[in-house]
């Protein structure tokens, strides 16, 4: 899946690097937005809140971003997270469905 977007951001945006980063920060907005949903719905507002915030602020959480190819963990864990919040709404096939790019972009999502 990392391959697929790098050609798709390459048609669109031309081989910039800028584009790749761009991106990146996209996907790591989307897993942001999907982890503080996931959160809310299950302990409330400030927790969710509390765990984004970690999240983004974390040393560790840029390392993805910043490099170009840190596009496969960021698909992989973004499906996770999708994937997740579908079953946390009772839509289990749909959930399944989710987890396909994560599969596609890193074997390691089938610990999810």
Known sequence: MGR???FWSVARLGESPLAAHLAN???FMAILALLFELVRRLA???PALLGASFVALHYAAD???RWASGSQDLIA???ALGALRLLQSGRGAWASAALVPG???KETVVMT
Do not use: D, T, W
Request: proline share 6%.
């Open 4 to 6: 697929q977007l790098y």
């Open 63 to 65: 390392v993805p971003v």
């Open 44 to 46: 409330g507002v400030r």
């Open 103 to 105: 599969l596609l972009a």
């Open 77 to 79: 864990v973004a499906a």
């Open 25 to 27: 920060l996209a996907l």
